[in-house]
């Protein structure tokens, strides 16, 4: 089995709270320069950055994840990755039927760009990316299952917009693929305090969650597996063949 570095939590310029350094050229160059193989772009309820990112990436270095950091109607934050153009034209699909149609403050929220290689814009998002969507947890971890593909909820150690934080706990029927803590969570303090999660046994993940350059590549996850793949972290998540996850 190979060991791969990966960060699966990354916001882009896109997002409104999104750092203007936060652009395709300084992802890729410090993913490189750092030792990451595998970045998940996920900025807030939208897939079109992450597209353009692996679309220029190609067959390159390091591996793109294209997903989305949704906001569920409950104002807990999901991640959810999609693989083939088909499953992403669905996931934002998705996203764009059910987020509200609230326009976008620039002074307030700050812009909402998505560039190409040379810094160029090719698309702003006219609506505010970071309101909730007009679905639940459970409706949005069915769909994204739906389409074959990955959903984690994020940072469940966190006091807001977390599935623990929004909930209280996590719904024993919630298709999952994985859990996300933050940088400083400790896995042990989180499972002391959630002794129902030790029966569960999920995969965990560290992420960044990085909205700004100095945040990037900050956390890790590491996968053990023969190559990258969707398929191959999929099965990573769950610990099959052999394949598995571990934060050390």
């Not at 290689?117 to 679905?135: F, G, N, Q, R």
Request: glycine content about 6%; hydrophobic content about 40%; overall charge negative.
């Amino acid at each position: 089995m190979n060991r791969f570095r990966a960060d699966l939590h990354t916001h882009t310029f896109l997002s409104p709270c999104g750092d203007i350094g936060m652009v395709p050229s300084f992802i890729v160059e410090t993913a490189l320069r750092k030792g990451y193989d595998i970045i998940g772009i996920t900025d807030h309820n939208t897939t079109v950055q992450a597209r353009e990112i692996r679309r220029m990436v190609g067959d390159g270095e390091p591996y793109i994840l294209c997903g989305a950091e949704i906001t569920t109607r409950e104002e807990a934050h999901c991640l959810a990755f999609a693989d083939s153009e088909e499953s992403l034209d669905a996931l934002q699909r998705f996203l764009d039927d059910n987020l509200p149609q609230v326009p976008n403050d620039e002074e307030m929220f700050g812009y909402q760009l998505a560039v190409n290689a040379d810094e160029e814009v090719i698309y702003e998002a006219p609506y505010l990316l970071i309101s909730a969507l007009d679905k639940g947890i459970d409706e949005v971890a069915a769909f994204v299952s739906s389409i074959g593909g990955l959903f984690i909820p994020a940072h469940i150690d966190k006091q807001q917009n977390s599935v623990i934080s929004q909930l209280g706990f996590i719904p024993p029927d919630l298709q999952y693929d994985a859990l996300e803590i933050s940088v400083r969570c400790d896995l042990e303090q989180l499972l002391e305090r959630n002794r129902y999660l030790r029966k569960l046994s999920p995969s965990f993940i560290r992420s960044s969650d990085a909205h700004y350059p100095e945040d990037y590549c900050r956390a890790v996850t590491y996968f053990n597996m023969p190559c990258r793949s969707f398929a191959e972290i999929r099965k990573a998540l769950h610990g099959e063949d052999g394949r598995s996850v571990s934060l050390q």
